[in-house]
Each structure stands twice: as C-alpha cells, then as structure tokens.
C-alpha cells in the first residue's frame, strides 16, 4: 500500500506544478545564480561557523536567510542528477531513449530564460545537449586546477561542446568566473529584459588541494591548533550563530582521527599546509563570487537576482596524496603537486556532525544552504529557516520562482513527476517540510528522514541505527534498541520508498559512475 500511495502523490505535486500560471512578465521574472562547491563541510564558510574569509557569502546570508537542515546527496555526480531534476538520481535519465527526466535548464530555457553554465558538469552528455545555451567547464569529477587535465589523465574541459585549450596562468576557479561573466556579457546586453539561469558549478575545495600562493600564505599558521581545536571553536562559533539546534552536541572525535598533540612535528606541518591550501581555496571562491556579485550589481540586475549557494556532500576524508608531492614536499601552488587532505580535517569541516563524504549520517549529507533575493525574499533578513530540505527541491523551487512549467513530456518522451516540492512554504513559515519522507543512498550506506525521525545505515556497521534527529541532529544516542517499534515503522518507510525508486530507475541513469 505504501508503494500505491507514494505512485499517486508525485503525479498529484507534478499536477500542481503544471498548474502554475506562468503570468510573470519578461521584466518581472527574478534571474537565478545557482552556486555549487564541491566537497565543502558543513560548517567551512563564515554564516556556518568556520573561520575562513567568506565576506561575500557572509553578506548574502546577512542580508538573505540560511537553512539549518539542508540535505545533499554525499556524493557528486549523484548530488547534481538529483538538483538538476528534482528526482532522486537512480530514477534519473537527460539523454536517449531512457529519457524520463528534464534538466531545470531545460525546463526555463522553455520559459523564456538563457541558460548558461560554468563549471564541473560530472554527468552524461555535455550541458550544451541538455538545456544549456552556453558552457565553459570540465566533464570529469576532478581535475588539476592549473594544467586543466582530469585526474584521471584525459582532456576534459570543454567551451560550447568544443575542446578547451587551457592557456598560461589558468588557475580552474577563476577561469569558471572569467566565462560566466563572458556569457553573462556576450548572450545579455544590459537593455535586455530577458532573465537568465547561471549554473555556477566550482570545483573547490575539491582534491587536488591547489591553491594561488599568496591565498595559501595567508593562512599558514591558522592551523597550529589542530583539529580538534578547531572544531570546538566552530562549535561555539555554530552555537552563537544559531545555526545548529540547541540540541546539537558536539559528536567525539572518532577513533580513525588521532588526537592532534600526538602526530609528530613533521605530520602537524604537513597538515598545517594541507588545511592552509583548503581553506584558500574556499577564500577563492568567495572572491570569485564577489565578482559575480560586482558585476550584477554594475548591470543594475542585482535586486532581481536570486542567489543559491550549497555544497554537493560533506567534507571528504579521502588520503589520497600522490608521489612524489609528499616526499618532494611539492608546494600546492604548482601544477605537479596533487595534496588531499584526510579524516581529521574533514571531521572539522563536518562540525558538529558524525561522518564524511559517501556517509548518509549528517556529517556525509548536511550542506549550508544560503538564498539571497532583495526583492523577493521577504521577512526578516539574516534569519535562519528550520527546515528541512533536499536537494530534490531546487528545481521545484526555481519553477515556482520563475512562473516555469514543469513539462509532462519533453523532446518526445513522456517525463516523470517531480519528487521535490517548492521551498517557498517552508521558507514563508506556512509549511515546516518535516513530514514527508526523504531518501538517501550511496555505495551501501543509507538512510531515511521522516518528521523527527532519522534511520541510518553504515555500510562497514551493517545494522541500522534509529535517531530522533530534531533531539539528536549529531546522531549520538542510537535508540535501535530502545524503540524496536519505532526501528521497524522506519524501516519499512525506506523498504517501500526505495522500491518505488527503483521501480522508476531508467536502464541507463544520468550519473557518471567511475569519472570521479
């Protein structure tokens, strides 16, 4: 029965997103940067309680709102099928004759937007076959941020469809911001009253950890307390801010993370220079976005903009240093280095939750979430939106901003309901999104969140762990034990909810498996 009721309910929100009037005018209609990073923590950026200089998005969610419960996919490709879509990714397919999903491009390019596309694309095809007027970016899921090549050794970057020859002094992020700006210029002009989608898709903070020199220097030394110092000044940080609940505790650091006063001088100089090169990179970012900001502003466009910044998972914990980076202790601003950093920092990026990147415990999938738009938002500025939502919801919530319908078909193939719904209830106080149910999964770890309740499963653990998540957002006290009934009840949820998805999973999903 559960499986029936869920089969009905997407149609019926997929009905109601048709029957959106699309009564905006040309000049009414908001433009929409929508800004992803890549494997940034939870709590790495300044409105979210880091220490890394982050003015310009510090602003935004001063001026704009933050959502404290904001759920991602814990992993790339999978993050953006799911935001593009508003499907959960295995049910996901752009391209072919397994098509069954759209792009949010497609759908306000159809709406009268210009689309346009920068950055880390990480999915089948190529932006410019699915919605997008223009793009400058890499296909892949990682590359070197100064020569250009993928990290796994083949040419990836691409300008409208056509390979990309990456000139002298190329440094990934700034490039990314150099042809938004074009496009915005090029595709535009400043009398027109046409609104614009700009995907802003960074590849930072992202392994290699690659960074300009003078960002670099500018925080060796801010590290010497280590981890664990560093996430109880977050914490606190956090707790001042608001933007954890009153019940988030700081989870204990786990036993594969060492306590920082017992590695050696040389590993603490080492990871010094590794976290310096993060946050730099993040820092980069935030200038770049400063840019954005400048510029919107020049062409008078700011005001009617709406500003998204999220992440794709939590930090990564991956140590997948290279030689001879280490051994030659090569600097991580020159194109031969290739430094990652590992569980230690990426626990104090996930502050103050369990678990990383891949994990579907909130330290894997909780990201920062931050709108911005002057004349749109409403309510009180700086405030900090309870929650919950999911990446599923970002296209329902761009349609509705942009007066878009959500097509039942596209390109000659019938397209499935939407999964998300629209942010704006949440956000506008007349829905707290707390009762419906949210999925997860990734390589074998999952999870489901349904009211207060949250289910968790590590793949390594192999059972399932019951938490009250509005009680325990850190996941401390596993009550598997204590409320068998209450374990099963949510167990069942998932069972039936993960069924229906794969019921509706395409041969060939949108995801690039293995180009990571």
């Known amino acids: 029965m559960r499986v029936t009721a869920l089969k009905f309910i997407a149609p019926f929100f997929g009905f109601c997103l048709l029957a959106l009037p699309a009564v905006l005018s040309a000049a009414d209609r908001p433009n929409i940067v929508l800004i992803i990073t890549d494997d940034l923590g939870f709590s790495d950026i300044g409105p979210y309680g880091g220490e890394i200089d982050t003015p310009h998005l510090d602003q935004l969610a001063a001026d704009g709102l933050r959502f404290r419960q904001f759920y991602n996919t814990a992993k790339c490709s999978q993050t953006r099928a799911t935001m593009l879509s508003g499907r959960y990714y295995p049910e996901v397919s752009f391209t072919g004759q397994h098509r069954n999903s759209v792009t949010f491009a497609e759908t306000l390019r159809t709406a009268g937007y210009k689309t346009l596309m920068s950055g880390k694309w990480h999915l089948l095809g190529e932006p410019t076959q699915?919605?997008?007027?223009?793009?400058?970016?890499?296909?892949?899921?990682?590359?070197?941020?100064?020569?250009?090549?993928s990290t796994k050794g083949y040419d990836t970057f691409r300008l409208d469809g056509e390979p990309y020859e990456i000139p002298e002094g190329f440094y990934a992020t700034d490039a990314m911001t150099d042809h938004a700006l074009m496009f915005l210029d090029e595709e535009i002009p400043e009398s027109s009253d046409q609104p614009f989608l700009l995907y802003l898709a960074y590849n930072a903070p992202h392994y290699p950890l690659h960074a300009k020199q003078a960002d670099v220097e500018k925080y060796l030394g801010r590290y010497d307390m280590g981890w664990d110092e560093l996430r109880k000044a977050r914490y606190q940080r956090?707790?001042?801010?608001?933007?954890?609940?009153?019940?988030?505790?700081?989870?204990?650091?786990?036993?594969?993370?060492?306590a920082w006063d017992t590695i050696s001088d040389e590993l603490r100089r080492e990871h010094n220079l590794t976290m310096a090169t993060y946050a730099a990179m993040i820092d980069c970012v935030d200038q770049n976005i400063g840019r954005v900001i400048d510029r919107l502003k020049a062409r008078d466009e700011f005001d009617n903009t709406i500003f998204i910044f999220l992440s794709d998972n939590g930090g990564c914990p991956f140590q997948r240093t290279r030689s001879p980076t280490r051994e030659e202790m090569l600097m991580p601003w020159t194109a031969e280095s290739y430094w990652t950093y590992d569980e230690g920092w990426a626990h104090a990026s996930n502050t103050p939750f369990r678990w990383y990147k891949q994990n579907q415990h909130e330290g894997g999938i909780s990201s920062p979430f931050i709108m911005h738009w002057p004349d749109g938002l409403g309510g009180k500025r700086g405030r900090i939106v309870d929650g919950p939502g999911h990446l599923i919801d970002v296209a329902p919530t761009l349609y509705e901003l942009a007066g878009a319908t959500y097509p039942e078909t596209y390109a000659g193939a019938d397209i499935a309901p939407l999964r998300g719904q629209s942010l704006m209830p949440i956000i506008k106080g007349k829905s707290t999104g707390g009762s419906r149910e949210l999925w997860q999964f990734f390589g074998g770890n999952r999870a489901l969140r349904h009211g207060d309740w949250k289910i968790s499963w590590q793949k390594n653990i192999k059972q399932w762990e019951l938490y009250n998540i509005v009680k325990d957002r850190s996941e401390t006290n596993d009550l598997a034990k204590s409320m068998p009934a209450k374990l099963a009840e949510m167990i069942a949820r998932y069972d039936a909810l993960d069924h229906d998805i794969a019921d509706n999973a395409p041969e060939v999903a949108a995801i690039n498996i293995g180009q990571e």
């Open 130 to 149: 699915q919605g997008f007027d223009r793009y400058f970016g890499h296909l892949a899921g990682a590359v070197n941020f100064f020569n250009g090549e």
């Open 238 to 258: 956090q707790q001042e801010l608001g933007i954890i609940g009153e019940n988030a505790v700081l989870s204990e650091r786990p036993p594969e993370v060492p």
